[in-house]
Every structure is written in C-alpha cells, then in structure tokens.
C-alpha cells in the first residue's frame, strides 16, 4: 500500500472521511491549516484514509486517523501508523502519543498491535450524543529504549529529556 504526503488539494476528501469517522468531524479548513502545518499521511488516490500528526522537537502526537468506510478493515490505518512511525523515528523522535474513545475496541487493539501501550485514562472525556465516554492514552517508544514504564504523559517525555 503506498501512503503519501498530503497537500492542501486533499483538504475536502479528508474533511468527507473524518466526517463519517467521527461524532464531530473537522472542516475541509481545518484540514488545510493541519496539512499546512503537521506530518500528514494519506493513502489511495482518491484518498482513502489518513492520519494526522503534531510534532514537537522530540515528541509527537497522533491527532486523528481515519479511514473511509468503504476501505476499512484493509490496512490502511496501519500503513499509516507505521508510516509515520518510521519517518518520526528517522527524525530521531522520542515517543508518539495519542488518545483513543475507551470504547473504541477496533482502534485500541491496532495500537495496541503495533506496540502502544495504555500510560493513562481520561474519565468522560469524549462527548458523545448519549453521554460522554473516557479517552485511554498511549504512548510508543520510538527510542530502541523498551522500558516497561514509558512516560505517563507527554508532559513527563518532554520534561525528562
């Protein structure tokens, strides 16, 4: 599967898919700003799928990843993943974290897959229609450094340097 930069003409495609991905989805001009300013991933041509990515100097964070419905279950979110994994560890990153709905089973066991692992859990931090649900952490230690203790925040992984 070959997954690619995206750029400010995916903008629209990429509002479509988080839109059926997600209770609130963003605008084709928050995607702008995102692909304008953060690591930002696609796959398929049109876009199938993507996964957005916000990076400090030694830390990043997975923002969203979504996948058009028609195309799930094939892979895309873990070409992605590992994707951008491999280019943040060229850059010689620490760690990625990300949160993810608690009750998102799917998506929990493809981190969990690719090596995350829960640091934390936000109680009733996702609004949804029929009340609000907690978010999981997970952090994945890009370093070569397999601690079982990774940070418990990102906070933690930028103050330890």
């Known amino acids: 599967m070959i997954v690619r930069a995206l750029n400010a003409r995916d903008a629209d495609a990429m509002a479509r898919i988080h839109a059926t991905s997600f209770d609130k989805g963003w605008s084709p001009l928050d995607m702008a700003v ?3 300013r ?6 398929g041509d049109p876009l199938s ?10 830390d990043a964070e997975i923002l969203t990843v979504a996948t058009d419905p028609a195309c799930r279950r094939r892979g895309h979110a873990g070409a992605l993943l590992e994707a951008a994994r491999e280019q943040l560890k060229r850059d010689s990153l620490r760690h990625i974290f990300l949160e993810v709905a608690e009750d998102n089973e799917a998506a ?3 981190y969990e897959r690719l090596g995350y692992q829960p640091i934390g859990r ?4 996702y609004a949804r229609p029929d009340g609000r649900v907690a978010a999981v952490t997970y952090a994945l ?19 330890a340097r």
């Open 141 to 159: 230690d890009l370093s070569g450094n397999r601690s079982t203790h990774p940070p418990a925040s990102l906070d933690e992984a930028t103050t």
């Open 34 to 36: 995102h692909v304008s």
């Open 108 to 110: 929990r066991a493809l």
């Open 49 to 58: 799928g993507f996964a957005i990515l916000r990076r400090s100097d030694i």
């Open 38 to 43: 953060d690591l930002c991933l696609g796959t």
């Open 122 to 125: 936000r109680p009733a931090y």
